[in-house]
């Protein structure tokens, strides 16, 4: 008897301990679902949207925008550079002057004809005999001379050095404006029309074309080395031009112009060839 008395008041004892625990979730569950209409009110009367709390496209457009205008007026001044390439001979195959300007996103290169006399040093000779009697530096300041341009620093390569280097990229596309036969141009064939060009090709397009192709060739050359997909490839790129090719462009110097060169390849700026180096002198002037 007393074995059943005790089940039954514990029995007992569990029932209304369940009955306690079930009244405190029903309570705590009234107190939660009361305070959150409450909050729920007192938002809806001080006009509160979550709406609000986001920004709207328009405003994340017009801050990207802003930010990008102030990323491009940071961008100022430009370089000029002398680009040289010579044959085993010792003579200069072709020679350009790029000038760039990092605030119109834009770099425009000449063909400067190597036959061209200028005065450096009391010497008055041909570009290309200043470049082969006393080397890049010599050329470069007749070139200065010559035309009044300042310019900041030269590349030179020489034909196997620029076949190696642009054999690293993709084909270079021209535009031939008529058909090249091999009779007059080292042995280059080509069709009228968009060519692509390797390496090999590019170099003797450059050396046989007329001045103006020379120079659109070379834009192109430019736009396929400086092209937004190599950005990543900046470094690589200097250390490659660095160990191949004789230049006065410094580590530091690369450095200082690392973050404009890449903000100009990221924007897609455009090279422009000039038909002749007499209208880069009047505009300098």
């Known amino acids: 008897m007393k074995s059943r008395n005790g089940l039954n008041y514990s029995r007992k004892n569990s029932e209304k301990s369940k009955k306690f625990k079930a009244f405190i979730i029903s309570f705590a569950a009234f107190i939660i679902v009361l305070g959150a209409i409450s909050l729920l009110m007192f938002m809806k009367s001080l006009n509160f949207n979550l709406k609000n709390m986001l920004p709207s496209p328009d405003e994340s457009t017009s801050e990207s925008a802003s930010q990008q205008s102030s990323s491009a007026q940071k961008l100022t ?3 000029n550079i002398a680009v040289l390439c010579g044959n085993t001979d010792g003579d200069l195959s072709f020679a350009f002057l790029i000038e760039s ?3 119109k996103m834009e770099a425009q290169a ?4 190597i036959t061209l006399t200028a005065s450096y040093g009391g010497v008055t000779s041909s570009l290309n005999d200043h470049f082969k009697n006393r080397g890049a530096e010599s050329y470069v300041s007749a070139l200065e001379d010559y035309s009044g341009i300042d310019i900041d620093k030269y590349i030179f390569v020489n034909e196997v050095q620029f076949k190696n280097l642009m054999a690293k990229f993709e084909d270079v596309t021209v535009n ?3 058909a090249i036969s091999g009779e007059n141009s080292g042995g280059l064939n080509l069709n009228k029309g968009p060519q692509n060009l390797t390496s090999d090709l590019l170099l003797k397009y450059i050396k046989y074309a007329d001045n103006t192709e020379k120079a659109k060739a070379f834009c192109n050359m430019l736009s396929v080395i400086f092209s937004q997909k190599n950005v990543d490839s900046l470094d690589k790129l200097f250390s490659s031009l660095a160990n191949n090719s004789q230049t006065d462009i410094s580590i530091i110097d690369f450095s200082n112009e690392k973050e404009k060169i890449s903000a100009f390849m990221q924007a897609q700026g455009k090279f422009v060839p000039v038909d ?10």
């Not at 000449?110 to 004809?113: A, H, I, M």
């Not at 002749?276 to 002037?285: F, G, K, Y």
């Open 276 to 285: 002749s180096l007499s209208q880069v002198i009047e505009v300098t002037q």
């Open 101 to 103: 300007d990092y605030e």
């Open 77 to 79: 001044g430009g370089i």
């Open 176 to 178: 031939v404006p008529q």
């Open 110 to 113: 000449v063909y400067v004809p």
